[in-house]
């Protein structure tokens, strides 16, 4: 059997809450999907944000498809635990007689990082079988839609902390095997995203900083989120800023100009200073797209973005053009 295996990369994409991870997540998604390739967007903690992205009810725990090639799927602890054991447990009566006792989630819930090192050990499952097209459920990549920045180290870390605590065991198996896919460089990469704001900047760069150390994983691009074009022309600027005390008249029209000014400015200050403390780092820089309400152009645009600057082999190899609005992605709002 094991010959048979073949595997999908796996992809982690993780930052602070309201940075638009889950909203990159999707849109790097559906870029892929665009392309023919099959792609799984996987949630944990059953977190439910992904597909009412593109007008869907919740995912449950079998994958199910949003939009042509593209499948989402929301992970729990506790269903990944209730699979294992049925597995483990060959006999239904004792499988049953167990998940069923009033103390089987506590037990769940008392014990630190048990869920999530199963829900990781879903995730390593639908990996192993990766472009195996005899298996019902195969996908070209797997896109992890991570806890956010304070609970992501340590999501990460379950797996080795599993290891180093119990030793030996068969649920120590399951997290060397989750390990290594961790820790496989040609197939696990993580994504951090990040807006250019003082607080969100200063949360990527600790997290980049603890993952480099605490973490043996594949580092990939960090995602600056939300970055504002420029509006005005550097000649535009500087008479914005010598002009200070605008007659009553325009002011109403020169504020909200000066303002935007000043918020460029601000973003630029920011990741100049991203850069600067991770130097030689890659970053890809993501304008927004919207100033009001988040729509399906918006996704498209942000996912050909993604797609160009994270896999530049797929669009040399690609014969797909630019990303075209869809009647499955006809959205309301951002995720």
């Not at 990996?127 to 797997?142: A, L, S």
């Not at 991570?146 to 080795?160: C, D």
């Not at 691009?221 to 970055?227: C, G, K, M, Q």
Request: aromatic share 8%.
């Amino acid at each position: 059997m094991a010959g048979k295996e073949t595997y999908s990369p796996l992809i982690i994409i993780s930052g602070k809450g309201g940075v638009g991870k889950t909203t990159a997540s999707a849109a790097l998604g559906l870029a892929l999907a665009q392309t023919g390739k099959r792609i799984l967007l996987v949630e944990v903690r059953g977190e439910n944000r992904i597909p009412p992205l593109f007008d869907q009810g919740p995912s449950g725990y079998t994958e199910k498809e949003i939009a042509p090639n593209l499948y989402s799927i929301s992970i729990t602890g506790e269903e990944t635990v209730r699979e294992y054991l049925k597995i483990r447990l060959m006999v239904k009566l004792a499988y049953e007689t167990l998940v069923k006792h009033p103390l089987f989630q506590y037990v769940i819930d008392a014990i630190p990082g048990l869920a999530d090192l199963f829900s990781l050990g879903k995730i390593w499952d639908i990996h192993r079988f990766g472009h195996d097209r005899q298996k019902k459920w195969w996908y070209d990549y797997i896109i992890l839609d991570s806890p956010p920045t304070g609970q992501g180290i340590p999501f990460l870390r379950v797996p080795e902390v599993t290891i180093s605590t119990l030793r030996l065991g068969p649920i120590v198996m399951e997290a060397e095997k989750i390990q290594a896919l961790l820790s496989n460089k040609s197939r696990t990469r993580l994504l951090i995203v990040t807006i250019p704001e003082e607080m969100a900047v200063a949360e990527a760069v600790e997290y980049w900083k603890r993952a480099r150390h605490e973490l043996n994983i594949q580092l990939g691009p960090i995602i600056i989120n939300n970055v504002l074009p420029e509006a005005f022309s550097p000649e535009e600027n500087q008479w914005l800023a010598g002009h200070p005390d605008t007659p009553a008249p325009l002011a109403g029209l020169i504020e909200p100009a000066r303002i935007r000014t000043q918020r460029e400015l601000s973003q630029r200050e920011e990741i100049k200073r991203l850069k600067k403390e991770i130097p030689g780092g890659k970053f890809v820089e993501v304008p927004l797209f919207s100033r009001h309400e988040w729509g399906e152009k918006d996704l498209l645009e942000m996912g050909n973005l993604l797609f160009r600057e994270l896999f530049p082999e797929l669009v040399r190899k690609s014969s797909v053009g630019p990303l075209t609005p869809g009647p499955s992605l006809d959205r309301k709002g951002r995720g």
